[in-house]
Nanobody, 129 residues
Framework: QVQLVESGGGLVQAGGSLRLSCAAS????????MGWFRQAPGKGREFVAA????????YYADSVKGRFTISRDNAKKLQYLQMDSLKPEDTAVYYC??????????????????????WGQGTQVTVSS
């Protein structure tokens, strides 16, 4: 079994920054693709960012491109989401997700919920205007 635990959420003013972390434990050898999704009140879960197992390729939703940066430290079993220039519309519960190994460069693979077998419990991010 794999456990993912997010941290770093909170309340921030528009234009501010937050860094989310996700710690993996358990049978982590099965996690290769890592991603972040978010869910705002009354909306479905949406893709935010993903990173390949090697860390050499990253993928972002258009709404966060240029403002958010995903990274990972495989030795420490951590992944991060640096969020800058935050907007009120970024307010949501953010979820860490882990999936299997893939060599594909097709970005739609990383955007899909079904790619990820493991999910954290989520951390709240609230951006005030």
């Amino acid at each position: 079994q794999v456990q993912l635990v997010e941290s770093g959420g909170g309340l921030v003013q528009a234009g501010g920054s937050l860094r989310l972390s996700c710690a993996a434990s358990g049978r982590t050898f099965s996690i290769y693709t890592m991603g972040w999704f978010r869910q705002a009140p009354g909306k479905g879960r949406e893709f935010v960012a993903a990173i390949r197992w090697s860390g050499d390729s990253t993928y972002y939703a258009d709404s966060v491109k240029g403002r958010f940066t995903i990274s990972r430290d495989n030795a420490k079993k951590l992944q991060y989401l640096q969020m800058d220039s935050l907007k009120p519309e970024d307010t949501a519960v953010y979820y860490c997700a882990g999936g299997g190994r893939s060599y594909t460069s097709d970005p739609t693979y990383y955007y899909s919920n079904s790619t990820y077998a493991y999910w954290g419990q989520g951390t709240q991010v609230t951006v005030s205007s």
